[in-house]
């Protein structure tokens, strides 16, 4: 009984996280749209409730009930497991994010996260890399040379944009003498870490949208020569829990970049609680990475591996060199 009582608290805190990240492909795919819209000078979905709010159910409802369609040469068992080896690993990453301080409820203190973890940090950057194999399992269970094409691009681009991702944290982490994400963000208590760490930032940002394979490092999607890349077979519901894995990774690149390197709920105005605050600058990188996809054109191919090996793993060299000479 008592070891059930210490882990209600923590199996709250999963089903909160698992509910809110289930439901928020449907307020994103919104933003999504007005926000193209309205770079476009477009007024975006209005038909289905007010300025469209309905149109995420409509989608939802069509996906759902769409024919779950296998291609008859496909690999079945790896055709469907992929979608969820592609949905796990950002619902792993969430176990590890803090969304404020420690609270008291109930006169006990209460952690805004459901593990610290003391190396929570590279929990991240290793749980986040395991999703690559959700896309290779879908373009190679597919038996479609679009669909492996779009997997095989897709693994040259994860190699080449997570060691540069993983380099420009180091700086971080040499700040703050911890891997710790809470420690980081009190670490940041007098200033923040894009001040100290601009081009850590610059490296991580930019690796981010390589990650989470956002335009303009959208290649092994690329609708235009691949047909939709990687999950070109993928229809109904198996084709939406792509999508909701790439809305996580969006999302949670956007909580990284926030952690690390601005603050996390650090220098909140007095009348904002400090985990409204938190989202408020989360839901600011969301639509960061929503403008980008809508107002920059696609890289090459060779334009983006030319970036990732020549451009950002030698500058994330140089800040991780320039940041210990600093603190020396």
């Known amino acids: ?11 709250v805190k999963m089903a909160i996280v698992v509910g809110v990240l289930l439901l928020l492909p449907l307020p994103l795919t919104w933003m999504e749209r007005k926000i193209a819209a309205h770079i476009q000078q477009r007024p975006g979905p209005m038909r289905v409730g007010w300025h469209g709010l309905l149109q995420p159910l409509a989608d939802a409802l069509k996906l759902l009930t769409k024919e779950d369609h ?16 592609a949905l796990v690993p950002p ?16 006169g006990q203190e209460v952690t805004l996260m459901i593990s ?11 749980v986040s890399g395991i999703g690559v194999f959700g896309t290779i399992l879908a373009g190679w269970s597919s038996n479609s040379k679009y669909a492996v094409l779009g997997s095989l691009r897709s693994i040259a681009q994860m190699i080449s944009y997570e060691i540069p ?20 963000v009190t670490a940041q208590s007098g200033l923040w870490n894009v001040v100290l760490q601009p081009v850590g930032f610059f490296v991580f940002f930019v ?15 690329a609708e235009g020569d691949l047909g939709a890349g990687y999950h070109t077979e993928y229809s109904g519901i198996r084709f939406s829990l ?15 970049n926030v952690l690390l390197f601005f603050g996390g709920w650090q220098g909140s105005p007095f009348f904002v609680p400090e985990p409204v605050w938190f989202l408020l600058k989360i839901g600011f990188f969301v639509w960061v990475f929503m403008w980008f996809r809508f107002t920059f054109p ?10 990732g090996w020549k451009v950002l793993l030698p500058l994330s060299l140089l800040n991780i060199l320039v940041s210990g000479l600093w603190m020396l």
């Open 298 to 307: 696609r890289y090459r191919y060779d334009q983006l591996m030319t970036i």
């Open 165 to 184: 991702m993983g380099f420009s944290v180091i700086g971080v982490v040499m700040l703050a003498q911890s891997m710790n994400l809470s420690q980081i």
């Open 70 to 85: 296998i291609p008859a040469d496909a690999d079945r068992r790896l055709f469907a497991m992929a979608p969820v080896v």
């Open 116 to 126: 610290d973890m003391n190396v929570g940090l590279l929990f991240i950057l290793a």
């Open 91 to 106: 619902f792993l990453v969430f176990t590890a994010i803090p969304f404020g301080a420690p609270v008291q409820m109930f």
């Open 207 to 221: 690796a981010g949208l390589a990650e989470a394979q956002r335009i303009p490092f959208d290649l092994p999607e």
């Open 242 to 256: 792509f999508m909701l894995a790439e809305y996580l990774v969006v999302v949670m690149l956007a909580a990284l």
């Open 1 to 11: 009984m008592d070891s059930l009582l210490t882990l209600l608290p923590m199996l």
